[in-house]
């Protein structure tokens, strides 16, 4: 494989971010329909509202949470095997939340459980095939992972274990830790877990086809 560019690696940085981008405007839509999120933001739903109601801190908001549990996360690999980790991965640990932050304050008032069921079904499985896209145009860069997807890898890999097994048992951990904490789990929980992986597949050629155009386009 021929060493890349600054300019290559700095391109692949900016497809990354417009993926994640992407991914948590998805991720935002789950929250905001409150009909049960993804399996990792249950457990960072949990932790907030666990956190806020024990402190009361009115600084505290799910974006943070969010960051400081990548950020955990992170320093873990650290010790366990710092390989992992890309600039990718730091740029998802720095850019997530505040990403899932600025999207809620944009369409929090518009987008709430006071809407009609139906609507938040609507909202909800948007959300899911946002959520897909955003994150295969993230796998695409090839430019590292969210700290929270390397969890199921490591552990795949230290184990030898299947990816797909390990990621299951990790999604189960996930969602009870977090409903014990009282992160919402519903409907939208198995949604997510039934839509965004058939839709990922789908979206991933088609990913990988337009993420290698714009390389090309902007590298000849």
Known sequence: ???RTLK???LRIVILFVGLTIAHLGVTLFLLADLGADPFNVLIQGLFRTAQHMTGWTLLTHGRVHMAICFLIIL???IADRSYIKIGTILCMVCG???IDFFTLLLGGLIHSGNPFAVRILVLAAGCGILAFGMTIVMKSDSGVGPNDLVAI???????RPFSVTRIVV???????GFFMGGAVGIGTIICAALVGPVAGIFLPRSEKMVDRVIYAVMK
């Open 171 to 177: 999604d189960v951990c996930f969602v009870a830790a």
């Open 97 to 99: 939340g505040p990403i």
């Open 76 to 78: 873990v690999l650290l």
């Open 154 to 160: 490591v552990i795949s890999d230290k184990l030898h």
């Open 8 to 10: 290559e690696i700095l």
């Open 1 to 3: 494989m021929a060493k």
